[in-house]
């Protein structure tokens, strides 16, 4: 079978890795300098850091492909944000990313690369990224992921979801946290971990469903948010398959296998496209969603209706 888009999914899982690593370094310290958007969801700088260092990848490696993303660079230029501009660009810089020509990105550079996921028209071909889905999580310490996907004539076809905080084997308590999952079109979805060895090749682990069919022992996950997720036809089902548990808040529902009703309604979805492909490529049709040319009313994004 042809891998015609390998190099993408590639590039896909560097740039997530890069991004996730930054994330981490955000968190572990971080300060209470938090931007709001306009939507009044807080920001944080490793927000803007993601999209910078996803941003810059794809533009190195596709220079042709637009970008959908959600930062906007302004934000970081107003008055009083200038610490903020200053702790992103440090974060950027840190990970070493120029270090083969000996020099730091300036902040107008790094601006650029923000700014470089304002794309605002729909094209046969384009990336989607959230650079951090699951703000909460984010803060808490708790399961975020960063999501990127490839579009190519309103079908995904790339898929990667970064999860810093997601242990490599759920059953150990001890086990390493972080993982990359990924899948591209007419492929099985793998896994491989967010740290490796640089000198090794790749560990890509398929990744499988359950064979397990008996509803009364299967663990049931859904959104911890209520405007992600029908919680009162989420218990209905629970009743139905007479499961011995209860639906399971998850603040990381995305990347996880779960019951999966959203609301019949209208949303940006950037975090969308990665998990949608890697249900299809874990063996699971989720409802249908269609990308539209111009998504009414919601701005920069990607429309899609969830049946």
């Known amino acids: 079978m042809s891998r015609h ?10 740039a997530v890795r890069q991004a996730a690593r930054l994330c981490l370094t955000v968190r572990a310290a971080l300060k209470p300098e938090v931007l709001d958007k306009r939507d009044k969801s807080p920001v944080t700088v490793a927000d803007f850091g993601s999209q910078a ?9 596709f220079p042709d492909d637009p970008v959908i993303a959600e930062e906007d660079a302004e934000d970081l230029g107003r008055s009083g944000n200038t610490a903020v501009l200053d702790e992103v660009v440090g974060q950027v810089r840190a990970l070493g990313l120029d270090a083969d020509r000996n020099r730091n990105p300036t902040p107008a550079e790094v ?21 951090i889905d699951g703000t909460k999580g984010f803060l808490r310490n708790e399961q975020y992921a960063v999501a990127l996907a490839l579009i190519v004539e309103g079908q995904v076809v790339v898929a990667a979801l970064s999860c810093p905080n997601l242990p490599i084997d759920s059953a150990s308590a001890a086990a390493s946290r972080g993982v990359i999952f990924a899948a591209m079109q007419g492929h099985g979805a793998i896994v491989v971990p967010l740290e490796q060895e640089e000198e090794c090749e790749p560990e890509f682990l398929p990744v499988q469903v359950s064979q397990r069919t008996d509803p ?11 405007g992600h997720s029908a919680h009162g036809d989420a218990a209905l ?20 296998i779960t019951l ?6 209208r949303a940006k979805g950037r975090g969308v496209g990665s998990s949608a492909l890697l249900l299809v490529r874990h063996g ?7 990308v539209l040319e111009e998504p009414p009313g919601h701005g920069r994004g990607i429309g899609h209706w969830w049946r």
């Not at 888009?5 to 560097?14: K, T, V």
């Not at 999966?260 to 309604?265: F, H, I, L, N």
């Open 284 to 290: 699971i049709t989720p409802a249908p969603a269609r």
């Open 216 to 226: 009364a022992v299967l663990r049931f996950f859904e959104s911890v948010e209520s």
């Open 5 to 14: 888009y390998e190099r993408e999914q590639s590039e896909a899982i560097q």
């Open 237 to 256: 089902e629970v009743l139905r398959s007479r499961s011995r548990t209860v639906p399971s808040p998850c603040n990381q529902s995305r990347p996880m």
């Open 260 to 265: 999966g009703r959203v609301r019949p309604e």
């Open 53 to 61: 260092v996803i941003c810059r990848a794809l533009g190195i490696a």
């Open 111 to 131: 601006c650029g690369w923000i700014d470089r996921g304002g794309s605002s028209r729909y094209c046969d071909r384009f990336w989607t990224i959230d650079p």
